[in-house]
């Protein structure tokens, strides 16, 4: 989930069963049982305010999660417990950050070899950003990823092979009122690149919220960086011509590195065509750099420098149309 995630989350998951036994006791049949999960917290400080206090300490994730899989490999059960506030350059995530809720919960059988079928609260496989930011190159989130699906109640089911990987799912959309919402995708490797396309569908006549989104992700290597290149196109129902549709274009390089310092590099740009999607920016663009420490394999400390300009005055109470900003992280991934 580092960075391709949906190619991950598509796989065969990992999980538990038990059966009960008798009066007193239980048996338990999974095998190894996985602690995963990790933290992250650091100052954030920015020129000027959106929904939150600028300059402030935060604790940015905490996720605990825990997988298991049944000896046979037939059942297998994901769960994570903690807090991602998900904050992003438009500073418009979960803004309750002191609750500890259960994250997802996913319930997995595979029925004949190469299907899954999965059931329960479960991250989309529609996204490259991961919502917890210690699994991201970078301490805050694009402005493309405000409106790509986070988790959600949904059924789905899944084949894959070596090659590729395809699933169909149908799920509650819980960051548009509930709504209904149904989804299909593919990811796998042609020669080296890998790729994900997918395509999600809520229904519903509501301009604010029937929507359709459509995204295309390429990752390969170029000039010895790893590249990533992310297209996302909404479309809303039954809104005007002039305004119902939206796209974004985010790129990934991983930068150059020396010895345990990296300079990951991500590039956006955004239109929301009047749609209010990216908060009513209008045309955008962004740019983050992150010089990174790695201290281990698993802990860091790294500095967001960030800059984004919008078309519209939608920053500081609707006065401002450019942001800064620059966050100190530190972080661990179990």
Same mark, same amino acid.
Request: proline share 4%.
């Given at each position: 989930?580092?960075?391709?995630?949906?190619?991950?989350?598509?796989?065969?998951?990992?999980?538990?069963?038990?059966?009960?036994?008798?009066?007193?006791?239980?048996?338990?049949?999974?095998?190894?049982?996985?602690?995963?999960?990790?933290?992250?917290?650091?100052?954030?400080?920015?020129?000027?305010?959106?929904?939150?206090?600028?300059?402030?300490?935060?604790?940015?994730?905490?996720?605990?999660?825990?997988?298991?899989?049944?000896?046979?490999?037939?059942?297998?059960?994901?769960?994570?417990?903690?807090?991602?506030?998900?904050?992003?350059?438009?500073?418009?995530?979960?803004?309750?950050?002191?609750?500890?809720?259960?994250?997802?919960?996913?319930?997995?059988?595979?029925?004949?070899?190469?299907?899954?079928?999965?059931?329960?609260?479960?991250?989309? &496989? *529609?996204? $490259?950003?991961?919502?917890?930011?210690?699994?991201?190159?970078?301490? #805050?989130? %694009?402005?493309? +990823?405000?409106?790509?699906?986070?988790?959600?109640?949904?059924?789905?089911?899944?084949?894959?092979?070596?090659?590729?990987?395809?699933?169909?799912?149908?799920?509650?959309?819980?960051?548009?009122?509930?709504?209904?919402?149904?989804?299909?995708?593919?990811?796998?490797?042609?020669? &080296? *690149?890998? $790729?994900?396309?997918?395509?999600?569908?809520?229904?519903?006549?509501? #301009?604010? %919220?029937?929507? +359709?989104?459509?995204?295309?992700?390429?990752?390969?290597?170029?000039?010895?960086?790893?590249?990533?290149?992310?297209?996302?196109?909404?479309?809303?129902?039954?809104?005007?011509?002039?305004?119902?549709?939206?796209?974004?274009?985010?790129?990934?390089?991983?930068?150059?590195?020396?010895?345990?310092?990296?300079?990951?590099?991500?590039?956006?740009?955004?239109?929301?065509?009047?749609?209010?999607?990216?908060?009513?920016?209008?045309?955008?663009?962004?740019?983050?750099?992150?010089?990174?420490?790695?201290?281990?394999?698993?802990?860091?400390?790294?500095?967001?420098?960030?800059?984004?300009?919008?078309?519209?005055?939608?920053?500081?109470?609707?006065?401002?149309?450019?942001?800064?900003?620059?966050?100190?992280?530190?972080?661990?991934?179990?």
């Amino acid at each position: 989930m580092n960075t391709m995630k949906y190619i991950g989350l598509a796989a065969v998951p990992l999980a538990m069963s038990m059966a009960p036994a008798h009066a007193g006791g239980f048996i338990t049949e999974f095998g190894d049982v996985e602690i995963a999960g990790g933290a992250a917290g650091g100052y954030y400080a920015a020129d000027k305010d959106v929904t939150r206090k600028n300059d402030q300490n935060r604790l940015s994730d905490f996720l605990l999660s825990m997988d298991a899989t049944s000896k046979d490999e037939r059942v297998s059960l994901s769960a994570g417990i903690g807090i991602q506030p998900a904050y992003n350059l438009l500073d418009s995530g979960v803004v309750d950050e002191n609750s500890t809720d259960l994250q997802y919960a996913t319930l997995a059988v595979h029925p004949l070899p190469d299907w899954t079928l999965e059931l329960g609260l479960m991250p989309s &496989n *529609i996204g $490259y950003e991961d919502t917890a930011s210690f699994y991201n190159a970078h301490s #805050i989130a %694009s402005v493309q +990823s405000t409106m790509q699906p986070g988790y959600s109640p949904a059924t789905r089911l899944t084949y894959g092979n070596d090659t590729i990987s395809v699933y169909v799912e149908q799920k509650d959309d819980m960051d548009l009122d509930s709504n209904q919402a149904w989804a299909t995708g593919a990811m796998g490797t042609m020669g &080296n *690149i890998e $790729y994900a396309i997918g395509y999600q569908n809520i229904s519903s006549s509501d #301009i604010s %919220s029937g929507r +359709s989104l459509f995204e295309l992700i390429l990752s390969g290597n170029l000039a010895g960086m790893d590249v990533s290149f992310v297209f996302d196109q909404h479309k809303l129902t039954d809104a005007p011509a002039d305004a119902d549709h939206a796209e974004s274009v985010a790129l990934y390089f991983s930068g150059p590195s020396f010895d345990d310092i990296s300079i990951p590099v991500r590039l956006e740009s955004f239109n929301d065509h009047g749609t209010d999607i990216y908060g009513g920016s209008g045309n955008g663009q962004s740019l983050t750099v992150t010089p990174t420490w790695n201290l281990s394999e698993n802990a860091y400390i790294r500095t967001d420098f960030s800059f984004m300009k919008v078309e519209n005055n939608i920053l500081d109470n609707n006065t401002a149309d450019s942001r800064s900003m620059i966050v100190l992280q530190a972080g661990y991934r179990i």
